[in-house]
């Protein structure tokens, strides 16, 4: 098939790529480089790169054409950078998607996978936490994220257009960098390697449920194979960690000391995060399958 990744030369979309390429597919890539890297394209020469932005109508009316499925994951991203920046979650993240859908309903596309974002749920009230869990996000990322996703399931009981919005719990992995907006793994990687301390905010008993990219590409390349599915999922390992434990998982896979300083918890993080990804595994058949002692030793490794 012809496929679109908006996004494609992100963390996540690069390994869409790679996925795509591998399975024998057409990739279009369809990036503004706003976080993306255009190097994380070259082991694949036979992408068809657009440097372009999915604000921009014609550009990503031309990019469509001919394609089966579009991965929407261009995007701004990340609580931090939503609040200093949230003109920019509602004209790319709101906007952007509304161009993709547009684009995908003229141009007769047969699926949308939208890249959503456990942001949308807010302050957590039960766990595991189910698609069903109220949706009251706290920042313009998550605000954006559900309306995003709201107007994908919209399309798709208007026009014959299949839309799935995947909302990914903390996912890490190979091409993830360190980045200034907060993700804990790569923060604690480049850290740990450069042997200074790292800093856990509160106790460290607060948990979260990391998914690898791995199985996050499965995720988007399953739910875009199953035909007659359009809802929105969970996507997460199912399985929750402290902070703390990770500190311990990143010592053994970095084969490093690893200095810890706490300092006060941080406003607005969730204490305990895990989702129910069951209603993935009857809909489309996700199996998270790389455990994170595995996908910490792969990231550590690639990091160096
Ligand atoms: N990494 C996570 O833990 C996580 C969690 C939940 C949801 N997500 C979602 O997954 C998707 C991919 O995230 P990621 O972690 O790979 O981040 P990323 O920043 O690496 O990828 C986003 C990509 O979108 C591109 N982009 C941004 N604005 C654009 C625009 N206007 N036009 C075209 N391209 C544009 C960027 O250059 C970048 O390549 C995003 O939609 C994000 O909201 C990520």
């Given at each position: 098939?012809r496929?679109?990744?908006?996004?494609?030369?992100?963390?996540?979309?690069?390994?869409?790529?790679?996925?795509?390429?591998?399975?024998?597919?057409?990739?279009?890539?369809?990036?503004?480089?706003?976080?993306?890297?255009?190097?994380?394209?070259?082991?694949?020469p036979?992408v068809?790169?657009?440097?372009?932005?999915?604000?921009?109508?014609?550009?990503?009316e031309?990019?469509?054409?001919?394609?089966?499925?579009?991965?929407?994951?261009?995007?701004?991203?990340?609580?931090?950078?939503?609040?200093?920046?949230?003109?920019?979650?509602?004209?790319?993240?709101?906007?952007?998607?509304?161009?993709?859908?547009?684009?995908?309903?003229?141009?007769?596309?047969?699926?949308?996978?939208?890249?959503?974002?456990?942001?949308?749920?807010?302050?957590?009230k039960?766990?595991?936490?189910?698609?069903?869990?109220?949706?009251?996000p706290?920042?313009?990322?998550?605000?954006?994220?559900?309306?995003?996703?709201?107007?994908?399931?919209?399309?798709?009981?208007?026009?014959?257009?299949?839309?799935?919005?995947?909302?990914y719990?903390?996912?890490?992995?190979?091409n993830?960098?360190?980045?200034a907006?907060?993700?804990?793994?790569?923060?604690?990687?480049?850290?740990?390697?450069?042997?200074?301390?790292?800093t856990?905010?509160?106790?460290?008993?607060?948990?979260?449920?990391?998914?690898?990219v791995?199985?996050?590409v499965?995720?988007?390349?399953k739910?875009?194979?199953?035909?007659?599915?359009?809802?929105?999922?969970n996507?997460?390992?199912?399985?929750?960690?402290?902070?703390?434990?990770?500190?311990?998982?990143?010592?053994?896979?970095?084969?490093?000391?690893?200095?810890?300083?706490?300092?006060?918890?941080?406003?607005g993080?969730?204490?305990?995060?895990?989702?129910?990804?069951?209603?993935?595994?009857?809909?489309?058949?996700?199996?998270?399958?790389?455990?994170?002692?595995?996908?910490?030793?792969?990231?550590?490794?690639?990091?160096?």
């Open positions: 098939m496929a679109l990744v908006t996004g494609g030369a992100g963390f996540i979309g690069s390994n869409i790529v790679s996925h795509l390429i591998g399975e024998g597919h057409t990739v279009v890539v369809l990036d503004n480089l706003l976080s993306g890297y255009r190097q994380n394209l070259d082991p694949f036979q068809q790169f657009v440097q372009g932005d999915v604000r921009d109508a014609a550009v990503v031309r990019a469509t054409k001919g394609v089966e499925v579009v991965f929407h994951l261009a995007a701004s991203v990340g609580n931090k950078r939503s609040i200093e920046h949230p003109i920019d979650d509602a004209e790319i993240n709101v906007l952007g998607t509304l161009r993709v859908l547009e684009a995908a309903r003229r141009n007769g596309i047969r699926k949308v996978v939208f890249s959503s974002s456990a942001g949308i749920f807010g302050e957590l039960t766990i595991p936490i189910r698609e069903d869990h109220p949706v009251e706290d920042s313009p990322y998550g605000a954006s994220k559900l309306g995003a996703e709201k107007l994908c399931l919209a399309y798709a009981k208007l026009y014959p257009l299949e839309c799935v919005g995947l909302r719990f903390n996912v890490y992995g190979v993830q960098r360190y980045d907006y907060g993700n804990v793994i790569p923060i604690f990687a480049h850290l740990i390697l450069r042997g200074a301390p790292i856990i905010f509160g106790d460290g008993e607060q948990t979260r449920d990391f998914v690898n791995r199985d996050v499965q995720a988007n390349y739910a875009a194979m199953t035909r007659g599915v359009s809802d929105a999922f996507i997460a390992s199912g399985t929750r960690i402290t902070i703390n434990q990770l500190a311990a998982l990143m010592r053994v896979a970095s084969g490093l000391p690893v200095q810890i300083e706490y300092s006060a918890p941080r406003k993080d969730v204490r305990h995060s895990l989702a129910d990804i069951s209603a993935a595994a009857n809909a489309f058949g996700y199996p998270p399958t790389v455990d994170l002692h595995t996908g910490l030793c792969e990231y550590m490794a690639w990091v160096k």
